[in-house]
């Protein structure tokens, strides 16, 4: 297993999903991607859309006191 980190915090939505998206179509099954991301619509986008397409939202994890939260996927 292998993890990849992506950060993504100056996005918005939609390029938020599409990034994350790519990055994880690059990894291979049981691979994980860890996204760092800015609190509101990309946090609770990014995670939903990652599950409506099948890979495993592992956690989700506030880091720099809150000011950004650490989303780890897994791809199946």
Known sequence: MSVTKLDITAEHCPM?????????????SGDRLEVLISPGEPL?????AAKEQGYLVLAIEPVDGAIHHRV???KP
């Open 16 to 28: 938020t999903f599409v990034k994350t998206k790519l990055a994880l179509e690059k990894l291979a």
């Open 44 to 48: 609770e986008n990014v995670p939903k």
């Open 72 to 74: 780890v996927i897994e």
